[in-house]
């Protein structure tokens, strides 16, 4: 693992082989190292770099809560502080959204771009979600007035506890806040102007971001494809990663025959 300091922020990261640069972005929660099926597949043919990124293993937090475009722009600082100006990005979940926004705010960094069960399609708000999200948000006020004195924070902590994802109850304070920023937003505006060649990679049992997000994805993205991970989860690419390898350096390999043909 290398690191160097960005904007006071320590960026731990992996940076093998050699060739073109393909980047990787974890999900959330995440960390480099839960990117080794790829990093292993690709290295021998590409410089692949994998981040910690800020407030995952071992890269520090963020100084304020971040959402998609903070960590985008800070990937961004990164690749420059590396000399790195143009790459293929492979985001899984939330690494997707990092890699969506850069596709679409920056198109002339991304040579190519592979979503993997990405994150950013907001999900639909059923009745019950409405009821849960509207519950939470009065009984936060509540649990904020001054009558409640010292118990109020530690009843709010419980309350998050209560109806908060395991991923929101599994961070604190700026990473929470940073979740809730970054899940908040809605990426679907950001698909169309994507203009790099894209491959959606998505298991068929994901429950997390399912692939109807996927084919929604295909929809709006100019002439990307999905491909279907059989019996594979939110995880495809460690549920099955020979086949997810292998379409991968196919995609890749295409794409740099189209680029140099």
Not at 34 to 41: K, Q, V
Not at 218 to 226: D, K, M, Y
Not at 232 to 245: E, I, K, M, Q
Request: aromatic share 8%; hydrophobic share 45%.
């Amino acid at each position: 693992m290398g690191s160097t300091l960005i904007d006071g922020i320590t960026l731990t990261y992996v940076d093998e082989g050699s060739g073109d640069p393909v980047v990787l972005l974890h999900g959330w929660g995440g960390r480099a190292a839960s990117m080794t099926p790829l990093i292993a597949g690709l290295r021998d043919k590409y410089r692949v770099l994998a981040f910690d990124l800020p407030g995952f293993g071992g890269s520090s937090p963020p100084p304020a809560p971040w959402g998609t475009p903070e960590y985008a722009a800070f990937v961004a600082k990164a690749m420059t502080s590396l000399g790195i100006v143009r790459a293929t990005y492979v985001g899984h979940s939330f690494g997707g959204r990092i890699a969506i926004w850069l596709a679409a705010h920056a198109p002339e960094t991304v040579e190519a771009l592979v979503l993997v069960d990405a994150a950013g399609i907001k999900p639909p708000a059923t009745l019950r979600r409405r009821t849960r999200q509207a519950f939470y948000k009065v009984a936060k006020a509540v649990l904020r007035l001054p009558i409640l004195g010292a118990r109020g924070p530690a009843l709010q902590e419980r309350l998050a506890m209560r109806f908060g994802s395991a991923d929101y109850r599994a961070m604190t304070g700026v990473m929470r806040a940073s979740m809730v920023r970054t899940v908040g937003l809605d990426l679907t505006a950001c698909l169309g102007a994507v203009r790099a060649p894209t491959l959606l990679l998505w298991g068929e049992k994901d429950t997390e971001t399912p692939i109807a997000d996927g084919r929604k994805m295909e929809r709006l993205i100019s002439g990307s494809r999905l491909i279907a991970v059989s019996n594979a989860g939110h995880f495809s690419y460690l549920d099955n990663p020979a086949f997810v390898n292998a379409v991968v350096s196919a995609f890749l390999h295409g794409t740099r025959e189209g680029a140099t043909g």
